[in-house]
């Protein structure tokens, strides 16, 4: 009981979740979903059992940021890879979901709150470019119905 104690809810989180997750785009999604849109508020049950919602809050928001400036950091090449191997992961057809994400743009979401100005428009036209990319390859792909 004491090791569990001593541990943090950081810790904790990367260990036991991130760490699981094979891509950095995961986690952003996965971070951002555990935000509640009304109010901003991070949750976790699992996490606040042994650390409190006050504590989660702030480690879910830390974590948030950090891995949103992860993504920023990288080259477009290897957002690119990202998003390819998370996409791969998905149930969803490639095709169903990139046609579904350009209609309702799910992504505008995965911003933390706290994201400037700048590091929204940047994520934003980064991912925009990929989407349009994976879109045309998709195309070039699909096979002709005229043909």
Not at 106 to 123: H, M
Request: with cysteine.
């Amino acid at each position: 009981m004491r090791k569990l104690l001593e541990r943090s809810a950081t810790a904790d989180l990367w260990r036991h979740t991130l760490a699981q997750i094979p891509t950095v785009f995961g986690r952003l999604v996965y971070l951002s979903l555990l935000r509640d849109p009304n109010s901003g508020t991070y949750r976790h049950h699992g996490i606040a059992m042994f650390f409190g919602e006050e504590e989660t809050n702030r480690t879910l928001r830390t974590s948030h940021v950090r891995v949103f400036a992860e993504w920023l950091g990288f080259y477009l090449e290897q957002q690119k890879a990202d998003l390819d191997l998370y996409l791969s992961g998905l149930s969803t057809d490639r095709w169903t979901l990139l046609d579904s994400w350009q209609r309702l743009k799910p992504y505008t979401a995965y911003v933390p709150g706290s994201a400037r100005r700048f590091e929204k428009k940047l994520f934003l036209t980064d991912l925009e470019t990929l989407l349009a990319l994976l879109r045309n390859a998709c195309n070039v792909a699909a096979p002709d119905p005229d043909a």
